[in-house]
Antibody, heavy 121, light 107 residues
Framework: EVQLVESGGGLVQPGGSLRLSCAAS????????MHWVRQAPGRGLEYVSA????????YSVDSVKGRFSISRDISTNMLYLQMGSLRSEDTAVYYC??????????????WGQGTLVTVSS | DIHMTQSPSSLSASVGDRVTITCRAS??????LAWYQQKPGKIPKLLIY???TLQSGVPSRFSGSGSGTDFSLTISSLQPEDVATYYC?????????FGQGTMVEIK
C-alpha cells in the first residue's frame, strides 16, 4: 500500500528556513516522479516542485525558484523540500504527491495528509 | 506556462441534478488533463485522468470529456456526498498547473 507522510511544518519568521520531509512507503522514489503541491488557507491548489524518477532532475515554479529546493534520499526513501527566504505568501499546507507518468506527463493519484507551514512574525 | 481556467467558480444544484464544470487550457494539452475532488478539510482525491478515464473506485456518475483546450467534468446525478471543490489540472509537462477550483454545493 502506498503511503506518503509529510512532516516538518510549523511556524517560521519571514526570511527564515524550513525543511519539509515526506516519508514514502509501498514504492521506491526511483520508480516515479515526486511532487510538492501547496494550498494556502482558503485557497486553491498550487503546483510547487517536482523531482523525476530517473536522474533526479528537478523543477520548481517561478514563485519559489531560487528559494526552495526539492531533493530525495533514495537510501531512506525520503523526499524533501528545503525552503528558504520564506515569505508570508508561502503560508500553506504542503502536500507531497505521486502518480503514474508517461514520459514527463504525470498526474497525481496518491497524496499525503499535508503539513502546515505558517510564515509570520 | 499553461494557464487553466475553470467555470463556474461555484455552483449550487439540487440532489439528482446533472452538473457540468468546464476547464479551458491556454494552449493545447492533448488529453493530459486530470480532475480532483477535495471535500472540506480533506486531501485532494483523483477522480479522472487522461481527460475521460475514471480512477478505480470512483462512482460512475462522474465522467470527463474533451481534448486539446476544452474539457468538462459531469456529475450525472448530484449526491449530497459530492459537496466539494473540484480542480482540473493539466499534466502536459511542468508546471502541472491547476485550475482555480469550482465549489459545488447542494441547493
Amino acid at each position: 500500500e502506498v503511503q506518503l507522510v509529510e512532516s516538518g511544518g510549523g511556524l517560521v519568521q519571514p526570511g527564515g528556513s524550513l525543511r519539509l520531509s515526506c516519508a514514502a512507503s509501498g514504492f521506491t522514489l526511483t520508480s516515479t516522479t515526486m511532487h510538492w503541491v501547496r494550498q494556502a488557507p482558503g485557497r486553491g491548489l498550487e503546483y510547487v516542485s517536482a523531482i523525476s524518477s530517473f536522474g533526479g532532475g528537478t523543477y520548481s515554479v517561478d514563485s519559489v525558484k531560487g528559494r526552495f529546493s526539492i531533493s530525495r534520499d533514495i537510501s531512506t526513501n525520503m523526499l524533501y523540500l528545503q525552503m528558504g527566504s520564506l515569505r508570508s505568501e508561502d503560508t500553506a499546507v504542503y502536500y507531497c504527491a505521486r502518480g503514474p507518468c508517461n514520459s514527463d506527463n504525470c498526474y497525481l493519484s496518491d497524496w499525503g495528509q499535508g503539513t502546515l507551514v505558517t510564515v509570520s512574525s | 506556462d499553461i494557464h487553466m481556467t475553470q467555470s463556474p467558480s461555484s455552483l449550487s444544484a439540487s440532489v439528482g441534478d446533472r452538473v457540468t464544470i468546464t476547464c479551458r487550457a491556454s494552449q493545447g494539452i492533448s488529453s493530459y488533463l486530470a480532475w480532483y475532488q477535495q471535500k472540506p478539510g480533506k486531501i485532494p482525491k483523483l477522480l479522472i485522468y487522461a481527460a475521460s478515464t475514471l480512477q478505480s473506485g470512483v462512482p460512475s456518475r462522474f465522467s470527463g470529456s474533451g481534448s486539446g483546450t476544452d474539457f468538462s467534468l459531469t456529475i450525472s446525478s448530484l449526491q449530497p456526498e459530492d459537496v466539494a471543490t473540484y480542480y482540473c489540472q493539466h499534466y502536459s509537462g511542468p508546471p502541472r498547473t491547476f485550475g482555480q477550483g469550482t465549489m459545488v454545493e447542494i441547493k
